[in-house]
Nanobody
Framework: HVQLVESGGGLVQAGGSLRLSCAPSGRTFSSYAMGWFRQAPGKEREFVAAINRSGGITYYPDYVKGRFTTSRDNAKNTLNLQMNSLKPEDTAVYYC?????????????????WGQGTQVTVSS
């Protein structure tokens, strides 16, 4: 079992940057594939980024590719999401998630643990 706590959200102007962090508990962080999702009011929770257990492979959907970068440090038990060139449509609650599956996990239903979320608001 792992507990996840996100931080780093806030209010930023369009074109700006934010860096989200996720701090998992426990000593088995490296055994989980990790991901980021977001949910805007009235919308489904959508996939933002995935990273494999070692951190050597990442995957992004087209709507954030080239702007968002996720990374992990298994020795320090940290997961990060660097968000650049932010747009008002990026406004949402952002969640980190952990999956027992290997490889890159992109489906919401394949994640086993979720953080409480952190609000990101991008003003125009």
């Amino acid at each position: 079992h792992v507990q996840l706590v996100e931080s780093g959200g806030g209010l930023v102007q369009a074109g700006g940057s934010l860096r989200l962090s996720c701090a998992p508990s426990g000593r088995t962080f490296s055994s989980y594939a990790m991901g980021w999702f977001r949910q805007a009011p009235g919308k489904e929770r959508e996939f933002v980024a995935a990273i494999n257990r070692s951190g050597g492979i990442t995957y992004y959907p087209d709507y954030v590719k080239g702007r968002f970068t996720t990374s992990r440090d298994n020795a320090k038990n940290t997961l990060n999401l660097q968000m650049n060139s932010l747009k008002p449509e990026d406004t949402a609650v952002y969640y980190c998630a952990a999956s027992h599956k290997s490889g890159l996990v992109t489906q919401r239903t394949e994640y086993d643990y979720w953080g409480q979320g952190t609000q990101v608001t991008v003003s125009s």
